[in-house]
């Protein structure tokens, strides 16, 4: 959330230079949040888009690029060293006496056209709002908190309607559309992995993959969602009272119900 916050700013504050500080918390942020999570680099591949103009010289610019190349580079590896050197292992038990990482590898790289159809429709109900529960208001073990449609109503007003001067910057196509791919190849590279680990060989659909998976990608792309044109005149005090007053509401009631009321 701090990288992508920082990368968000850079891009809606064109003749702002960048400076080593902000270089340093924008790319450590993100490689320290992949250090657990590594199968979400092609985030890092976002941050190629910051402008050569704003860096102080053409020498920092391809600090910059350098670095930030040996950080993906780095992150990527974390990830794809260990299953080349060790093999896929043995999978999850969670998943059944199905789950055989070796030959679920084998299948997808024998049957590409199948796979990929399984993976297209996972995640057309993934993706989907009927989905959103798992990461809006959903209590793991304990139950999902109520008032999930004005949540999700909430949810979709902000999406459309937080919008300043500098959303400008960030709504057009050449951030809109690697936003979009690196979302859609991330997400596909976390179903991916759930398949391999998790699912039975073969099978129709993919298994265990949760939608918090989705948590680290919806910032992002949520940011360049909606047009630059929109512009929010309201009072932001009162904006963004209404908006946290309702996310509270939701929270506090939640919490109640799953957690407080089992005791009361």
């Known amino acids: 959330m701090l990288g992508m916050a920082y990368f968000l700013s850079e891009l809606q504050q064109p003749q702002k230079q960048i ?6 918390i924008m790319m450590g942020a993100l490689v320290l949040a992949f250090g657990p999570k590594a199968i979400y680099f092609p985030i890092l591949l976002l941050l190629f888009l910051i402008s050569k103009t704003k860096f102080k010289s053409p020498s920092h610019y391809r600090l910059f690029r350098v670095a930030l190349s040996l950080s993906l580079l780095f992150v990527t590896a974390s990830f794809i060293l260990p299953v080349l050197l060790q093999g896929p292992g043995i999978g999850d038990a969670r998943g059944g006496t199905g789950v055989n990482p070796r030959e679920q590898l084998r299948f997808i790289l024998s049957s590409p056209l199948a796979y990929t159809n399984i993976l297209l429709a996972f995640l057309k109900t993934y993706l989907s709002f009927d989905r959103a529960e798992g990461y809006m208001n959903f209590f793991a073990y304990l139950e999902s908190a109520k008032h999930q449609l004005l949540l999700l109503v909430t949810f979709v007003i902000t999406v459309v309607t937080d919008k300043a001067e500098e959303d ?3 709504s057009g196509w050449k951030t809109k559309l690697p936003v979009f791919l690196v979302f859609f190849a991330t997400v596909s590279l976390i179903a991916t ?3 391999i680990q998790f699912t039975a060989v073969a099978y129709f659909t993919i298994s265990g993959c949760q939608p918090r998976y989705l948590l ?8 360049v969602v909606g047009s630059g044109k929109i512009v929010n005149n309201m009072n932001k005090t009162s904006y963004n009272a209404m908006i946290f007053g309702i996310c509270s509401y939701v929270l506090l009631s ?9 005791y009361s």
């Open 19 to 24: 400076t080593t500080k902000d270089s340093v």
């Open 168 to 170: 400008g910057f960030t």
């Open 193 to 195: 992995a759930l398949y």
């Open 216 to 223: 680290p990608l919806l910032f992002p792309l949520l940011a």
């Open 254 to 262: 939640g919490i109640w119900s799953a957690c407080i009321s089992k």
